[in-house]
């Protein structure tokens, strides 16, 4: 069983940065390198919206257009994680993350990590 851990979230002032890891681990017949990753975040009383996403081989990435320009996606296959640099961070970023692994039809998802913007 694939698990995905979140971490590095926490409370920072608008126009600060973060950055948030996701770690995997429970590998068996395929490894982090056959997963397409996403970055994902829910903020209260609102649907689960999509952040970013990283191609297996880390060699393409697209954003959410409220993150273009500010977020950054990223993956190191050989520790098995994923990254969010997130910069200029605003009020409206405010919520959990998740990270999110794809393999076919089927999918991992994390716990998530509460990002606070906060003055």
């Known amino acids: 069983q694939v698990h995905l851990v979140e971490s590095g979230g926490g409370v920072v002032q608008p126009g600060g940065s973060l950055t948030l890891s996701c770690a995997a681990s429970g590998f068996t017949d395929f490894t982090f390198s056959d997963y397409a990753m996403n970055w994902y975040r829910q903020a209260p009383g609102r649907q689960r919206e999509f952040v970013a996403a990283i191609t297996r081989a880390g060699d393409n990435t697209i954003y959410g257009d409220s993150v273009k320009g500010r977020f950054t996606i990223s993956r190191d296959n050989a520790k098995n994680e994923m990254y969010l640099q997130m910069n200029s961070l605003k009020l409206e970023d405010t919520g959990v993350y998740y990270c999110?692994?794809?393999?076919?039809?089927?999918?991992?998802w994390g716990e998530g990590t509460q990002v606070t913007v906060s003055s």
């Open positions: 999110n692994g794809v393999r076919g039809s089927g999918g991992y």
